[in-house]
């Protein structure tokens, strides 16, 4: 079902994702999940994507799904209330933009289970049907970092850099893990940062990070959803290395160095079958470590220099036994 409502959506073009909800309603005597994600979209390689990804894996045992897409923060109201009102068995929010959202209409509708991902409870008044998924980014920031400093290092460069979309929480564990790790492996390299200011349009990424590349970054990080693409695209036009967010895009070229993993896929699929199997945990905070395998990091390019991955994942053995343990997660 998901994924003929998405396939209409793009069809559609304009139409709206209230139209996709209010097109189909749920069986009485089945689970049904409704997720709406952010202003990213399906196609941002990502966090969006993975979570249709879990969603999809759901279907395979038997839930009910639906996704509706939003054009823009004005569609997350709408969007979620229509889910609830409809009567899906668990509605879930991709993303932190969301979280005013998610609580505005989980008030509303007591009744309803929802879930929302890279959001702390306090974010969304400890509501108790409301169960809040978080990561800690920070680590999977901290190896990629990591790896930036020993290949910026081994190139003969002195600058790294980051493009965040906005500057939100889950964004900013990820970048400041990935300055502590560089630091880490090279304690004299240079840091760069800047926002995008947009998860979707890669032509914003692309800007900021020809600026860092000009300004002598050797590997830029990106932390910006499909905008962040257009970082990695910038990355490989001027022949530095770019670093994936979330899912493993190390598919995009042999000039992505590795991918900082965030297992929102895994989220999604456990937050689904915990409620279907009357377990939801509203009100309460749970959050995917390395430990829980919730976040790492991926494949290696082929031409990254060599030692890196090695000694990259000697260090995420290393995190795994608690070894590395408070990690940055606030930005310089």
Not at 171 to 183: C, E, M, N, T
Request: hydrophobic share 45%; charged share 15%; with cysteine.
């Amino acid at each position: 079902m998901a994924a003929t409502v998405v396939l209409a959506l793009f069809a559609a073009g304009c139409r709206s994702s209230k139209d996709a909800v209010t097109t189909t309603t749920p069986a009485a005597s089945s689970f049904t999940v409704g997720l709406a994600t952010d202003t990213g979209g399906l196609n941002d390689k990502g966090f969006n994507q993975l979570a249709y990804a879990g969603l999809l894996r759901a279907e395979l045992l038997g839930v009910r799904g639906t996704v509706v897409l939003a054009n823009s923060s004005a569609d997350y109201i709408p969007n979620l209330t229509a889910l609830a009102g409809t009567g899906y068995s668990l509605v879930i929010g991709v993303g932190f933009s969301q979280a005013q959202a998610i609580a505005a209409v989980a008030k509303r509708f007591p009744q309803t289970h929802f879930a929302i991902i890279d959001v702390s409870n306090t974010a969304v008044n400890k509501l108790p049907n409301v169960e809040a998924l978080s990561f800690r980014e920070q680590q999977a920031g901290y190896l990629a970092g990591y790896a930036a400093g020993l290949t910026t290092k081994d190139r003969g460069g002195k600058v790294v850099s980051t493009v965040g979309g906005q500057k939100e929480p889950p964004v900013d564990r990820y970048i400041a893990g990935f300055q502590a790790g560089a630091k880490a492996s090279f304690p004299g390299v240079k840091l760069l940062n800047a926002y995008s200011q947009d998860f979707s349009n890669p032509a914003k990424c692309s800007r900021v990070a020809l600026n860092q590349i000009a300004a002598g970054s050797v590997v830029v990080f990106q932390v910006a959803g499909a905008c962040g693409l257009g970082a990695l695209a910038a990355a490989a036009e001027q022949g530095v290395w770019g670093i994936g967010v979330d899912a493993d895009q190390g598919y995009l070229g042999q000039d992505v160095l590795t991918s900082a993993l965030k297992r929102v896929d895994t989220v999604v699929f456990d937050a689904i079958q915990s409620a279907r199997a009357g377990k939801f945990e509203g009100g309460r905070d749970v959050v995917y470590g390395i430990d829980a395998g919730g976040v790492g990091i991926g494949t290696f390019s082929l031409r990254a220099p060599a030692g890196v991955a090695a000694a990259t994942r000697k260090v995420e053995v290393q995190m795994k036994a608690g070894k590395i343990p408070d990690i940055a997660t606030t930005v310089r």
